[in-house]
């Protein structure tokens, strides 16, 4: 037994990957759910509109922050902020009432404001976009972003590293295709069955569990392109610097486990102190998820989720021409131009051969 | 004079302070077979990566069909790795048929000595198959050059002599073949032999032409383990040949002195390029 621990001890020791993961994990871990594993909201930024907004904003208890007095706007202003995302919260003071709304979207910040609104004897509140407030609503539409990021990165990663432990990626080094075709080539399916994945998950939330879809399927399909980009770069990535299938799954999960808890897909964003939301904010889930509640459960048009569909487009663009970059410089090494450069040099000079 | 379809000149190549080629000059002309020898790690593969442009030299140049390697050059090139580049979860034709496409859709007749089972996983063709599928692979769009890393390992005597007779007829038919072996019995059907040892070109030319006069000392004894172990004592290396010893280098007198007293009967005889080989690559 002992021969085999001092063996098991050398080959931990010399695979650093897998000794890093076992560092690094328990510190993430201890990070995430120490800081960021919160359901727990503090603060809610608030919107006061109608005649009475200043009067009403001064009399607000805690956690409410009252981030816009806005007299001249009317209900359906304050309907289209909650829709547009601009606040989770607007307060409606009419000359004849006060309304509170809420964004049921954010499912953790309206139910710590209906308790507050409780404990302090609001009149009336109505919750927009998800009224009963259930989990499934706002659930479905992030899990569709947790299965595009499986697919794109994990399965992507997997399958092109198979190509090089199998020594075929070489094979496809030789023939003559560029390194344009083979990635997109190699991407194009798992692109085409995330796409299925996608729409079956979309298609069972809403009519199995009758999840809410009020906005366009056009501009859902265009953030979810626009994901895919980005977990299928990653992965192709992933691939590049991992050398068999064991490094890429380890590489994926380590990619994917702060994706999944520091995205605002569980944990709310607001609740998590800003040395850890900064973090949720490199990463893709974090705006699809965004992309997606906000337009199945708000109906938000693109021109209100510019935000999110700009990040996404950046790090798309990113991380797709760094992985580009590095596939490229395998299929067609690095100084291959300046070689030919100077073999036509050599030639025009008289060399051999 | 032939056609030279692939040429290095003085190509170098270095890994950190590592030099694995050391200025090589290597040539294929259409029509030529030539065998590309060296022990493990001499920088057989790395000299094919470089030829095929899948690696950049330090320095020197590198030409295939007249120009630097390319994509364009690539596609007249058959290629059969060491790890034979098959997709084992796709079957043989299967496998056949994206070759056929990559090389944009050309299909050239098959000879029959690479005809394997069509419908079969690659994955779970014995590897004599698997080598053949590899070959058919290569030969599928005619190419006018091979590179042949190693296409006969593991292969048994049989596969084996159908695969070179492919090779032969390949080389006879007017393409280019570069191919590396560790059978001496294999090299011996090449035009030409390259040897490398340590990343320098120590030795060109027809086998015997790389053999020369170079001679061995055969030791003819009753028992030799005993005749092994004085020849070690002495600082020689010998090889066991059915039950005699040969010592290369061809140094009678040494020999002789080192195993008198042991009955055993030492004469000179013509290396083979086995012998020859190891003479060159352990200096």
Same mark, same amino acid.
């Given at each position: 037994?002992?021969?085999?621990?001092?063996?098991?001890?050398?080959?931990?020791?010399?695979?650093?990957?897998?000794?890093?993961?076992?560092?690094?994990? @328990?510190?993430?871990?201890?990070?995430?759910?120490?800081?960021? %594993?919160?359901?727990?909201?503090?603060?809610?930024?608030?919107?006061?509109?109608?005649?009475?907004?200043?009067?009403?904003?001064?009399?607000?208890?805690?956690?409410?922050?009252?981030?816009?007095?806005?007299?001249?706007?009317?209900?359906?202003?304050?309907?289209?902020?909650?829709?547009?995302?601009?606040?989770?919260?607007?307060?409606?003071?009419?000359?004849?009432?006060?309304?509170?709304?809420?964004?049921?979207?954010?499912?953790?910040?309206?139910?710590?404001?209906? %308790?507050?609104?409780?404990?302090?004897?609001? @009149?009336?509140?109505?919750?927009?976009?998800?009224?009963?407030?259930?989990?499934? %609503?706002?659930?479905?539409? +992030?899990?569709?972003?947790?299965?595009?990021?499986?697919?794109?990165?994990?399965?992507?990663?997997?399958?092109?590293?198979?190509? *090089?432990?199998? +020594?075929?990626?070489?094979?496809?080094?030789?023939?003559?295709?560029?390194? *344009?075709?083979?990635?997109?080539?190699?991407?194009?399916?798992?692109?085409?069955?995330?796409?299925?994945?996608?729409?079956?998950?979309?298609?069972?939330?809403?009519?199995?569990?009758?999840? @809410?879809?009020?906005?366009?399927?056009?501009?859902? %399909?265009?953030?979810?392109?626009?994901?895919?980009?980005?977990?299928?770069?990653?992965?192709?990535?992933?691939?590049?610097?991992?050398?068999?299938?064991?490094?890429?799954?380890?590489?994926?999960?380590?990619?994917?486990?702060?994706?999944?808890?520091?995205?605002?897909?569980?944990?709310?964003?607001?609740?998590?102190?800003?040395?850890?939301?900064?973090?949720?904010?490199?990463?893709?889930?974090?705006?699809?998820?965004?992309?997606?509640? +906000?337009?199945?459960?708000?109906?938000?048009?693109?021109?209100?989720?510019?935000?999110?569909?700009?990040?996404?487009?950046?790090? +798309?663009?990113?991380?797709?021409?760094?992985?580009?970059?590095?596939?490229?410089?395998?299929?067609?090494?690095?100084?291959?131009? *300046?070689?030919?450069?100077?073999?036509?040099?050599?030639?025009?000079?008289?060399?051999?051969? | 004079?032939?056609? #030279?379809? !692939?040429? &290095?000149?003085?190509?170098?190549?270095?890994?950190?302070?590592?030099?694995?080629?050391?200025?090589?000059?290597?040539?294929?002309?259409?029509?030529?077979? #030539?065998?590309?020898?060296? !022990?493990?790690?001499?920088?057989?593969?790395?000299?094919?990566?470089?030829?095929?442009?899948?690696?950049?030299?330090?320095?020197?140049?590198?030409?295939?069909?007249?120009?630097?390697?390319?994509?364009?050059?690539?596609?007249?090139?058959?290629?059969?790795?060491?790890?034979?580049?098959?997709?084992?979860?796709?079957?043989?034709?299967?496998?056949?048929? /994206?070759?056929?496409?990559?090389?944009?859709?050309?299909?050239?007749?098959?000879?029959?000595?690479?005809?394997?089972?069509?419908?079969?996983?690659?994955?779970?063709?014995?590897?004599?198959?698997?080598?053949?599928?590899? /070959?058919?692979?290569?030969?599928?769009?005619?190419?006018?050059?091979?590179?042949?890393?190693?296409?006969?390992?593991?292969?048994?005597?049989?596969?084996?002599?159908?695969?070179?007779?492919?090779?032969?007829?390949?080389?006879?038919?007017?393409?280019?073949?570069?191919?590396?072996?560790?059978?001496?019995?294999?090299?011996?059907?090449?035009?030409?032999?390259?040897?490398?040892?340590?990343? =320098?070109?120590?030795?060109?030319?027809?086998?015997?032409?790389?053999?020369?006069?170079?001679?061995?000392?055969?030791?003819? &004894?009753?028992?030799?383990?005993?005749?092994?172990?004085?020849?070690?004592?002495?600082?020689? =290396?010998?090889?066991?040949?059915?039950?005699?010893?040969?010592?290369?280098?061809?140094?009678?007198?040494?020999?002789?002195?080192?195993?008198?007293?042991?009955?055993?009967?030492?004469?000179?005889? =013509?290396?083979?390029?086995?012998?020859? /080989?190891?003479?060159?690559?352990?200096?």
């Amino acid at each position: 037994m002992w021969a085999m621990i001092v063996k098991e001890f050398r080959q931990m020791r010399r695979d650093r990957r897998t000794l890093a993961m076992m560092i690094v994990m @328990p510190v993430l871990l201890l990070i995430v759910f120490g800081y960021a %594993a919160s359901f727990d909201v503090t603060s809610i930024p608030v919107r006061v509109v109608g005649v009475h907004a200043a009067e009403v904003a001064g009399r607000l208890p805690a956690p409410f922050e009252v981030t816009a007095i806005a007299s001249a706007e009317d209900r359906s202003d304050a309907t289209r902020a909650l829709r547009d995302g601009v606040v989770p919260v607007v307060v409606v003071a009419d000359a004849d009432a006060v309304t509170v709304l809420l964004d049921g979207s954010e499912l953790f910040t309206a139910n710590a404001a209906r %308790a507050a609104l409780a404990r302090a004897g609001a @009149p009336q509140v109505e919750v927009l976009f998800n009224p009963d407030l259930r989990t499934s %609503a706002v659930m479905v539409p +992030g899990l569709a972003g947790m299965i595009l990021l499986f697919v794109g990165t994990v399965i992507t990663s997997l399958g092109v590293v198979r190509e *090089r432990q199998t +020594g075929t990626l070489e094979q496809l080094a030789v023939m003559p295709l560029r390194p *344009r075709d083979v990635f997109l080539g190699k991407i194009a399916p798992y692109f085409l069955v995330a796409a299925l994945d996608l729409t079956v998950v979309v298609a069972a939330g809403t009519l199995l569990f009758g999840v @809410p879809f009020h906005g366009s399927l056009l501009v859902l %399909a265009l953030g979810a392109v626009l994901f895919l980009f980005v977990t299928l770069g990653t992965g192709v990535l992933i691939s590049s610097v991992s050398q068999n299938q064991g490094q890429a799954i380890q590489l994926a999960m380590m990619t994917l486990l702060p994706q999944v808890l520091l995205s605002g897909l569980i944990f709310p964003l607001r609740s998590m102190p800003l040395g850890v939301r900064w973090i949720g904010y490199l990463l893709p889930l974090t705006y699809f998820t965004q992309i997606s509640r +906000g337009v199945m459960l708000r109906g938000a048009p693109l021109t209100t989720l510019w935000q999110p569909f700009l990040y996404l487009t950046l790090l +798309g663009v990113a991380v797709v021409t760094f992985a580009m970059l590095r596939f490229r410089a395998f299929l067609a090494p690095q100084g291959a131009r *300046r070689a030919r450069r100077r073999g036509v040099l050599a030639l025009a000079a008289g060399s051999k051969p | 004079m032939s056609e #030279v379809l !692939a040429g &290095c000149l003085g190509v170098s190549h270095r890994y950190g302070d590592s030099t694995v080629l050391d200025a090589v000059d290597l040539q294929v002309s259409a029509g030529e077979l #030539v065998g590309l020898l060296g !022990a493990n790690g001499a920088g057989k593969t790395t000299l094919i990566r470089i030829l095929l442009g899948l690696l950049v030299p330090s320095s020197g140049h590198v030409r295939l069909f007249g120009e630097a390697p390319s994509r364009r050059a690539r596609g007249r090139i058959g290629y059969v790795p060491q790890g034979l580049g098959l997709y084992e979860d796709l079957t043989a034709a299967e496998n056949l048929e /994206f070759t056929r496409a990559a090389f944009g859709g050309r299909w050239a007749v098959q000879p029959a000595a690479l005809t394997v089972p069509p419908d079969v996983l690659a994955g779970r063709l014995p590897l004599g198959l698997q080598r053949r599928l590899a /070959f058919a692979a290569a030969f599928a769009h005619s190419p006018g050059l091979y590179v042949l890393d190693e296409p006969t390992s593991g292969v048994d005597a049989l596969a084996r002599t159908h695969l070179w007779d492919v090779i032969r007829g390949v080389a006879d038919s007017g393409a280019g073949v570069l191919v590396t072996t560790h059978s001496m019995e294999e090299a011996e059907e090449c035009d030409r032999l390259v040897m490398l040892t340590a990343g =320098r070109l120590v030795a060109e030319g027809t086998a015997a032409d790389i053999i020369g006069d170079s001679e061995v000392v055969t030791v003819a &004894c009753a028992d030799w383990p005993r005749a092994l172990a004085v020849l070690e004592n002495a600082g020689l =290396r010998a090889a066991l040949v059915g039950r005699s010893l040969r010592v290369p280098g061809g140094d009678l007198v040494r020999v002789r002195a080192a195993l008198a007293g042991t009955g055993a009967i030492a004469g000179l005889a =013509r290396a083979t390029l086995e012998e020859r /080989f190891v003479e060159l690559t352990t200096g």
